[in-house]
């Protein structure tokens, strides 16, 4: 079992960054990637950021703005979003991909505002 710890949403005006981490914890496991989720109210949950061994991917709308990383020796992601806009006010959740499961955050809230 993988339990996932996120922290650094928070209100932000539009323009401005925030920073998010998602720290894993667990015993046993080895992880195949790492990556943000959002979900809007009254929208599906959306990929934001991915990172594996080999590759990374964003979504169009924060490719430029955004950037993934990843602390393989804390297991932990980063995703830092600058000039946020109002559109990205959302649930955030970090998702863990073992070779057996995937696991998923609590969610943490980013609101901009216009």
């Known amino acids: 079992q993988v339990q996932l710890v996120e922290s650094g949403g928070g209100l932000v005006q539009a323009g401005g960054s925030l920073r998010l981490s998602c720290a894993a914890s667990g015993s046993g496991f080895s992880i195949n990637a790492m990556g943000w989720y959002r979900q809007a109210p009254g929208k599906q949950r959306e990929l934001v950021a991915r990172?594996?061994?080999?590759?990374?991917n964003y979504a169009d709308s924060v490719k430029g703005r955004f950037t993934i990383s990843r602390d393989s020796a804390k297991n932990t992601v980063y995703l830092q979003m600058n000039s946020l806009k109002p559109e990205d006010t959302a649930i955030y959740y970090c998702?863990?991909?073992?070779?057996?499961?995937?696991?998923w955050g609590q969610g943490t809230q980013v609101t901009v505002s216009s």
């Open positions: 990172v594996t061994l080999v590759s990374t």
């Open positions: 998702n863990v991909v073992t070779m057996l499961s995937s696991f």
